[in-house]
């Protein structure tokens, strides 16, 4: 199933719901027919050289068979051969080749228990409607580029054969590219740019075996049900930048949640909290701030949309929190920006979700303009979604 959900009245924002349910070979075959067809992917953009492609392919039969399965079947959308040791067919990108560091990413995540529905992981994805070009070149570098983040989408997957079924915001790599979602077991991930990272060795270098920043999600979703488990994938598996430093937030069906996040040298650091509250924006909450933060633009205002959550969570800390309460406190945070020389619409919230992992349920809303002037910006009619275990 392929259908368009939402078209932003100003154009900047198509999302549409895939499903898909098969063994994991078909479903990789479904996502490359999409990229092929529908992103103009080319076949030699899946070739890498020889050794690199080959040590992926080791790594991967080893530690991620559901993935090697997924590759057999892109390759086959393309016409290669899997086995061929300069096809990597381990992910599919579109409107972008990764690795690629975009410029603009800002994010807001806040979980709480809630009187309705259980724990609640409640996110705004933020973003720039940049094309690859912008990004790396400038504004108007290539006008008829895509943006990136043009086309999300809501990606449901039902392997038959390995990996539990997930429901998550997809993007960049229509294999991997998990941006927040949930598994069959409650289990919520979500990411945000670590825009604070300083360290030389997070300058992205090139695709390398293991999980990159967006693998490791897609990875937890197919395998894990707990936060301890998440925890483990952090500290067993081989990771590598790909493209832009992240932490992330974790949450399970038992309520517990986890912070984790990078140190400078790729050691993953995780704070657990069990009574299900959690927020984060996108400078570190588990390492000092650098010093030149007041004259730094972007950890300034990820520092006052935190502020900004904790200050309505501090409102009344004994009043029951509800999901929708949840929603407006997101709102809060939710924004549009523009470019400062000519004031056009630079981006903004892309999507702000509400994953309930008690009823294997999202319910989300979506850009639909930059709304007035300097302030938030108009965001779509609520959406839902669920997790059907039928597939």
């Given at each position: 199933m392929d259908v368009m959900v939402h078209q932003s009245p100003d154009e900047r924002l198509a999302v549409r719901h895939v499903r898909i349910r098969g063994c994991n070979e078909a479903i990789g075959e479904s996502v490359g027919h999409i990229a092929r067809s529908r992103y103009r992917v080319a076949a030699q953009d899946l070739l890498l050289p020889e050794g690199v492609a080959e040590s992926r392919r080791k790594w991967a039969v080893?530690?991620?068979?559901?993935l090697v399965a997924r590759g057999i079947g892109i390759a086959r959308a393309f016409g290669l051969d899997p086995s061929d040791p300069k096809v990597d067919a381990l992910g599919v990108g579109y409107n972008m080749p990764l690795p690629?560091?975009?410029?603009?990413?800002?994010?807001?995540?806040?979980?709480s228990p809630t009187a309705d529905a259980g724990i609640v992981v409640q996110r705004n994805f933020d973003f720039g409607f940049l094309s690859l070009p912008d990004a790396v070149l400038g504004p108007g570098a290539c006008p008829e580029a895509p943006a990136m983040l043009s086309e999300p989408?809501?990606?449901?997957?039902?392997?038959?054969?390995?990996?539990?079924?997930?429901?998550?915001?997809?993007?960049?790599?229509?294999?991997?590219?998990?941006?927040?979602?949930?598994?069959?077991?409650g289990?919520?991930?979500?990411?945000?740019?670590?825009?604070?990272?300083?360290?030389?060795?997070?300058?992205?270098?090139?695709?390398?075996?293991?999980?990159?920043e967006l693998e490791v999600l897609r990875f937890i979703l197919d395998r894990c049900r707990t936060v301890e488990?998440?925890?483990?994938?952090?500290?067993?598996?081989?990771?590598?930048?790909s493209w832009m430093p992240c932490h992330y937030i974790i949450a399970d069906a038992d309520g517990v949640v986890m912070m984790a996040e990078p140190g400078d040298d790729n050691t993953m650091h995780t704070v657990v909290?069990?009574?299900?509250?959690m927020r984060s924006t996108n400078h570190s909450l588990l390492r000092q701030i650098p010093g030149s933060w007041e004259n730094d633009r972007e950890i300034r205002r990820s520092l006052e949309?935190?502020?900004?959550?904790?200050?309505?969570?501090?409102?009344?800390?004994?009043?029951?929190?509800?999901?929708?309460?949840?929603?407006?406190?997101?709102?809060?945070?939710?924004?549009s920006t523009q470019?400062?020389?000519?004031?056009?619409?630079?981006?903004?919230?892309?999507?702000?979700?509400?994953?309930?992992?008690?009823?294997?349920?999202?319910?989300?809303?979506?850009?639909?303009?930059?709304?007035?002037?300097?302030?938030?910006?108009?965001?779509?009619?609520?959406?839902?979604?669920?997790?059907?275990?039928?597939?």
């Open positions: 080893r530690h991620y068979p559901e690629t560091p975009p410029q603009i990413v800002g994010c807001s995540v806040l979980t989408y809501v990606m449901e997957i039902h392997p038959t054969d390995g990996g539990m079924s997930a429901l998550f915001m997809c993007a960049f790599d229509l294999c991997n590219g998990v941006i927040d979602g949930m598994n069959e077991a289990l919520v991930v979500s990411m945000m740019q670590l825009i604070d990272r300083t360290a030389s060795t997070f300058s992205p270098p090139d695709i390398e075996p293991g999980l990159n488990d998440a925890q483990r994938v952090f500290e067993e598996q081989r990771r590598y930048l909290k069990r009574d299900g509250s949309r935190l502020q900004r959550m904790d200050a309505k969570v501090m409102v009344d800390p004994d009043h029951p929190f509800t999901a929708d309460r949840l929603a407006q406190i997101a709102d809060q945070v939710a924004v470019w400062p020389e000519s004031g056009a619409v630079l981006g903004g919230t892309l999507w702000s979700a509400s994953y309930r992992p008690r009823s294997r349920a999202l319910a989300i809303r979506f850009w639909s303009g930059p709304g007035a002037a300097g302030r938030r910006p108009a965001l779509s009619p609520e959406m839902h979604f669920r997790l059907d275990q039928a597939g």
